[in-house]
Structures are given as structure tokens and as C-alpha cells.
């Protein structure tokens, strides 16, 4: 049973930096793929950006490219989201996420464990 706990994020001002931690359990491989996804009240779940292949390869949603970095830390075992520029179209339920063997890494339902999500919020 993977368990994922997330932590960092907070509260900052449009144009600010945060960046948020995932924090692993010891039943994972190179062959998990690690997510974090998005989601406001009322709204889907969004795929924000993946990392996978033993952390050699990344995804990033349009919407983040260039703001945001994902990676993984193998001897800490973290994912780590650094959100830069934000705005407050960012501001959401933060949420990672692990799954083996994904095709789709922006879709939810292919990920199998989930953390209980750190919130963060970008105000104008």
C-alpha cells in the first residue's frame, strides 16, 4: 500500500513562489509514475504535471509550462513541486498522486493512490 503525504503549501501573493512536498512510502519503484493535480470546489481534477521513469521524464499541463518544476528526490523520497509566477488561477487543492505503468499521465483515474491534498492559495 503506497502512502502519500503532501505539505507546503500556503497562502502568497500573485507573482509569488511556494513549493510543495510529496512525501513517499517505501512500496514504490522506477516503474511508478508520481502526479500532482489540482482541483477547486465543484470543479474536475486537473493534471498539473508527472514525473516518471525513475524521475528522468517529466509532463507538464500548458497552463503551468514554464512555471512550474516537478522532481523527485530517490534518497529523500519526495516529489517536490516548485510553483513560480503564480496567479490566481493556480489557487486550488493540491494533490499527488502514484500509479504504475500510465498512459495518460494528466488523467486521474489512472493513478491508484492519492495523498489528502495541501491547499493553495494566490491572491490579486
Known amino acids: 500500500q503506497v502512502q502519500l503525504v503532501e505539505s507546503g503549501g500556503g497562502s502568497v501573493e500573485t507573482g509569488g513562489s511556494l513549493r510543495i512536498s510529496c512525501s513517499i512510502s517505501d512500496d514504490t519503484d522506477s516503474t511508478y509514475c508520481f502526479g500532482w493535480f489540482r482541483q477547486e470546489p465543484g470543479q474536475e481534477r486537473e493534471g498539473v504535471a508527472a514525473i516518471y521513469n525513475g524521475g528522468r521524464s517529466t509532463f507538464y499541463a500548458d497552463s503551468v509550462k514554464g512555471r512550474f518544476t516537478i522532481s523527485q528526490n530517490n534518497a529523500k523520497r519526495t516529489v517536490d513541486l516548485q510553483m513560480n509566477s503564480l496567479k490566481p488561477e493556480d489557487t486550488a487543492m493540491y494533490y499527488c498522486?502514484?500509479?504504475?505503468?500510465?498512459?495518460?499521465?494528466?488523467?486521474?483515474?489512472?493513478?491508484?493512490?492519492w495523498g489528502q491534498g495541501t491547499q493553495v492559495t494566490v491572491s490579486s
Open positions: 498522486a502514484a500509479g504504475r505503468y500510465i498512459a495518460s499521465r494528466a488523467d486521474p483515474y489512472e493513478y491508484n493512490y
